[in-house]
């Protein structure tokens, strides 16, 4: 049965929770659909009808994090209202002006999402719900166009096994965000520099994210300093986690987890507008707790990459590449991974239909030996990107996913893939997300995990409302079936609004 928001959860849901909601009952219900056509649109330069920000380097490209529609980005920090506020069409509490230079911006986030398991983590048996809550407030202090103080509270509530859940799902206050950015433009270019508590996901998805799957995403604390100018940028960045808590406020910062790198971008093709990109980038990581095979310690590595992305005619494309050495407890890694993802348009009449297909390799073996460790570590990938079912992980795997992706109006999407999952190694296991080895399976012969089915779809119904629906059903192979594993499912529907 799915999780239902009674009034008995509904009195527990923090005050944060309450003015978001209060913040959200001030935008106008009555939108013509006509002002959200742009919601699927990548963001462009700046204008009076998105509150994309002014800048050099072409904002699709320039790190700062997925844009979800309408000019608005998951971390609303790289929102710019100012533009929209001059001519007069911004919405209430944006750009509010406090002097000659200074402005106020006030944004606000609340998911709900109802979670459905059918032998989850694969544990036969293990059939549950759970009801997700997000609540995000976040200011934007602009004191003039160079000097910025930005500040987020989270808050999560999990019905449904919540004394088992971890502090990124339920969580009753956090200080997700608390950051300075200086800027400055000299010529074309843009420097700047942001220094304090910030989202950073400027790197492949497959590597970096923000982890939008549970109610709390990850945040650093640090420095991340960026020169962009029109047809490349580069930055660097040393970050320390952040580790939560479930109370108030009482989240610190884990010194000993870290990242630290430099990441680039350059156009290669302009043909009608910049097509083509190549980012190298290299990330230093280090956490003191990483899982591999039976053991959990420090993993200390670097990575070494580059992507490739942008689109050609009707086809879109997203590769990287990327080699890992260092050491983990002691043991000489030598790693590597190589993601592929494809999709193109099939027609542009009726519903646009595009054919999809990924193909993901990571190295796997040695986490179960005493020799070198080959396990590509997937860092902080995208929850997304296999699945937030959470089967499989981006290490000792061979995977290729083709699929059908529609729109069958300008504001919904539904798309379906199959995934023909293969381990690499017989002699490392067939990972979970999270890098959680799936028990037995190191001891058994083959290399067929299974299939994992993935259905989706997404409805934007206003400029601030979105639903979507997700199901995944992963159906056990050679190596699963060995192993004593049964096949899972995982099903959800969410409803995000933003203002």
Same mark, same amino acid.
């Given at each position: 049965?799915?999780?239902?928001?009674?009034?008995?959860?509904?009195?527990?849901?923090?005050?944060?929770?309450?003015?978001?909601?209060?913040?959200l009952?001030?935008?106008?219900?009555?939108?013509?659909s006509?002002a959200?056509q742009?919601?699927r649109?990548a963001?462009?330069?700046?204008?009076?009808?998105?509150?994309? !920000?002014?800048? !050099?380097?072409?904002?699709i490209a320039?790190?700062?994090?997925?844009?979800?529609g309408?000019?608005?980005?998951?971390?609303?920090?790289?929102?710019?209202?100012?533009v929209?506020?001059?001519?007069?069409?911004?919405?209430?509490?944006?750009?509010?002006?406090?002097?000659?230079?200074?402005?106020?911006?006030?944004?606000?986030?609340?998911?709900?999402?109802?979670?459905?398991?059918?032998?989850?983590?694969?544990?036969?048996?293990?059939?549950y719900?759970?009801?997700l809550?997000?609540?995000?407030l976040?200011a934007d202090?602009?004191?003039?166009?160079?000097v910025?103080?930005y500040?987020?509270?989270?808050?999560?509530?999990?019905e449904?096994?919540r004394?088992?859940?971890?502090?990124?799902?339920?969580?009753a206050?956090?200080m997700?965000?608390?950051?300075?950015d200086?800027?400055?433009?000299?010529?074309?270019?843009?420097?700047?520099?942001?220094?304090g508590?910030?989202?950073?996901?400027?790197?492949p998805r497959?590597?970096?994210s923000?982890?939008?799957?549970?109610?709390?995403?990850?945040?650093?604390?640090?420095?991340?300093?960026?020169?962009?100018?029109?047809?490349?940028?580069?930055?660097a960045?040393?970050?320390?986690?952040?580790?939560?808590?479930?109370g108030?406020?009482d989240?610190e910062?884990?010194h000993?987890?870290?990242?630290q790198?430099?990441?680039?971008?350059?156009?290669?093709?302009s043909a009608?507008?910049?097509?083509?990109y190549i980012?190298?980038?290299?990330i230093?990581?280090?956490n !003191?707790?990483?899982?591999?095979?039976?053991q959990?310690?420090?993993?200390?590595?670097?990575?070494?990459?580059?992507?490739?992305?942008?689109?050609?005619?009707?086809?879109r494309?997203?590769w990287?590449l990327?080699?890992?050495t260092?050491?983990?407890?002691?043991?000489?890694?030598?790693?590597?991974?190589l993601?592929?993802?494809?999709?193109?348009?099939?027609?542009n009449?009726?519903?646009?239909?595009?054919?999809?297909?990924h193909?993901?390799?990571?190295s796997?073996?040695?986490?179960?030996g005493t020799?070198k460790?080959?396990?590509?570590? !997937?860092?902080?990938?995208?929850?997304s990107?296999?699945?937030?079912?959470?089967?499989?992980?981006?290490?000792?795997?061979?995977m290729?996913?083709?699929g059908?992706?529609?729109?069958?109006?300008?504001?919904?999407?539904v798309?379906?893939?199959?995934?023909?999952?293969?381990?690499r190694?017989?002699?490392?296991?067939?990972?979970a997300?999270?890098?959680?080895?799936?028990?037995?399976?190191?001891n058994?012969v083959?290399?067929?995990?299974?299939?994992?089915?993935?259905?989706?779809?997404s409805?934007?119904?206003?400029?601030?409302?979105t639903?979507?629906?997700?199901?995944e059903?992963?159906?056990?192979?050679?190596?699963?079936?060995?192993?004593g594993?049964?096949?899972?499912?995982?099903?959800y529907?969410?409803?995000t609004l933003?203002?």
């Amino acid at each position: 049965m799915p999780v239902v928001f009674n009034r008995h959860c509904v009195n527990r849901v923090s005050v944060i929770g309450l003015l978001v909601w209060a913040s959200l009952l001030q935008t106008h219900a009555s939108q013509a659909s006509e002002a959200i056509q742009g919601n699927r649109k990548a963001a462009a330069v700046a204008g009076t009808d998105s509150p994309t !920000p002014a800048h !050099p380097y072409p904002l699709i490209a320039a790190g700062w994090g997925p844009e979800v529609g309408n000019g608005r980005f998951s971390s609303r920090w790289a929102e710019d209202w100012s533009v929209m506020q001059a001519a007069g069409n911004a919405p209430a509490l944006k750009a509010m002006s406090l002097g000659p230079e200074a402005s106020l911006t006030l944004s606000a986030d609340a998911r709900f999402r109802s979670d459905i398991y059918n032998n989850g983590q694969l544990k036969r048996g293990n059939d549950y719900s759970q009801g997700l809550f997000r609540g995000i407030l976040g200011a934007d202090l602009r004191l003039n166009e160079n000097v910025r103080v930005y500040g987020e509270v989270g808050s999560g509530l999990t019905e449904g096994r919540r004394g088992a859940a971890a502090a990124n799902f339920q969580n009753a206050a956090s200080m997700q965000q608390l950051f300075v950015d200086v800027r400055q433009h000299i010529g074309s270019t843009l420097v700047g520099a942001m220094i304090g508590r910030q989202e950073f996901a400027d790197g492949p998805r497959q590597l970096i994210s923000l982890s939008d799957g549970p109610n709390i995403h990850r945040t650093w604390n640090g420095v991340r300093v960026y020169v962009h100018g029109e047809r490349q940028r580069i930055g660097a960045f040393d970050l320390r986690v952040t580790r939560l808590m479930r109370g108030s406020f009482d989240e610190e910062i884990n010194h000993a987890e870290r990242i630290q790198g430099v990441n680039a971008s350059l156009i290669v093709s302009s043909a009608d507008g910049p097509t083509t990109y190549i980012d190298p980038f290299w990330i230093r990581s280090k956490n !003191p707790s990483f899982r591999s095979g039976s053991q959990v310690g420090l993993d200390d590595r670097d990575t070494l990459g580059v992507r490739a992305w942008g689109r050609t005619g009707r086809l879109r494309f997203d590769w990287t590449l990327a080699r890992q050495t260092g050491n983990h407890m002691g043991h000489e890694v030598n790693a590597w991974a190589l993601f592929m993802v494809h999709s193109v348009l099939l027609s542009n009449d009726g519903w646009k239909p595009s054919f999809t297909a990924h193909i993901d390799a990571a190295s796997g073996g040695g986490a179960f030996g005493t020799n070198k460790l080959n396990g590509f570590n !997937p860092l902080y990938a995208s929850s997304s990107y296999l699945g937030e079912g959470q089967f499989l992980s981006l290490s000792n795997l061979l995977m290729i996913a083709p699929g059908i992706s529609v729109t069958p109006t300008p504001l919904s999407n539904v798309s379906i893939e199959y995934g023909f999952a293969r381990r690499r190694s017989e002699a490392d296991a067939a990972y979970a997300g999270g890098m959680r080895a799936y028990a037995r399976t190191q001891n058994v012969v083959g290399h067929e995990i299974g299939g994992l089915l993935r259905v989706g779809g997404s409805w934007s119904v206003s400029k601030h409302l979105t639903w979507a629906l997700n199901y995944e059903h992963l159906a056990a192979g050679d190596v699963l079936k060995q192993a004593g594993l049964p096949s899972g499912s995982y099903l959800y529907v969410s409803a995000t609004l933003r203002y």
